[in-house]
T-cell receptor, first 119, second 113 residues
Framework: EPEVTQTPSHQVTQMGQEVILRCVPI?????FYWYRQILGQKVEFLVS????????KSEIFDDQFSVERPDGSNFTLKIRSTKLEDSAMYFC?????????????????FGDGTRLSIL | QKEVEQDPGPLSVPEGAIVSLNCTYS??????FMWYRQYSRKGPELLMY????GNKEDGRFTAQVDKSSKYISLFIRDSQPSDSATYLC?????????????FGTGTRLTIIP
């Protein structure tokens, strides 16, 4: 079964450094998302992306964050100047249009995440 | 009041028991309701999703939604040790699949052989 793949599985970075988290969504999916999960807390929405632009973003997704789809397969999340509180699991998700129901989508499928540790 | 509330557990039951997992929510705009399973160090894996109120069954799993009470449930029949995981409820508004999901905190379930 097709799956969302994320690299690296674990990233350790010094505070203040830039980090790029990478995702390869499922190939026929058109909608892409980033979520994060701080240890012991719930999964939180960061940003959604469609047609090469941000569809929606949360309050967490401030100017330090950016997303990009640099080619036809990758979807990246960049954090410009990392803070200690950015330490979390970051999940990428994707979804496809539902070809049987007009203006509807299939559910979101998640990757296994990147564990980001800021020192 | 939190948008989605879920008892974090942990919940331990013997193998073969029926498990009931629940979430409540406050946002009336939610129309799609999902259950994800998350194993340790893995991403959320979609189990089932339902639209509006009603029941949906898939093998040993049954999802129920009561929109009037803002209450959703997942039942697992004949529970197996492999069902041991964290179960996350998630919800979205009408634009299913292309809008954000709002998650509960997750319930950690252990099935004891």
């Amino acid at each position: 079964e097709p799956e969302v793949t994320q690299t690296p599985s674990h990233q350790v970075t010094q505070m203040g450094q830039e980090v790029i988290l990478r995702c390869v969504p499922i190939s026929n999916h058109l909608y892409f998302y980033w979520y994060r999960q701080i240890l012991g807390q719930k999964v939180e929405f960061l940003v959604s992306f469609y047609n090469n632009e941000i569809s929606e973003k949360s309050e967490i997704f401030d100017d330090q964050f950016s997303v990009e789809r640099p080619d036809g397969s990758n979807f990246t999340l960049k954090i410009r100047s990392t803070k200690l509180e950015d330490s979390a699991m970051y999940f990428c998700a994707s979804s496809a249009p539902d070809r049987e129901v007009f203006n509807s989508n299939q559910p979101q499928h998640f990757g296994d995440g990147t564990r980001l540790s800021i020192l | 009041q939190k948008e989605v509330e879920q008892d974090p557990g942990p919940l331990s039951v013997p193998e073969g028991a029926i498990v009931s997992l629940n979430c409540t929510y406050s946002n009336s705009a939610f129309q799609y309701f999902m259950w994800y399973r998350q194993y340790s160090r893995k991403g959320p894996e979609l189990l089932m999703y339902t639209y509006s109120s009603g029941n949906k069954e898939d093998g040993r799993f049954t999802a129920q939604v009561d929109k009037s009470s803002k209450y959703i449930s997942l039942f697992i029949r004949d529970s197996q040790p492999s069902d041991s995981a964290t179960y996350l409820c998630a919800m979205s508004g009408p634009n299913f699949g292309n809008e954000k999901l709002t998650f509960g905190t997750g319930t950690r379930l252990t099935i004891i052989p």
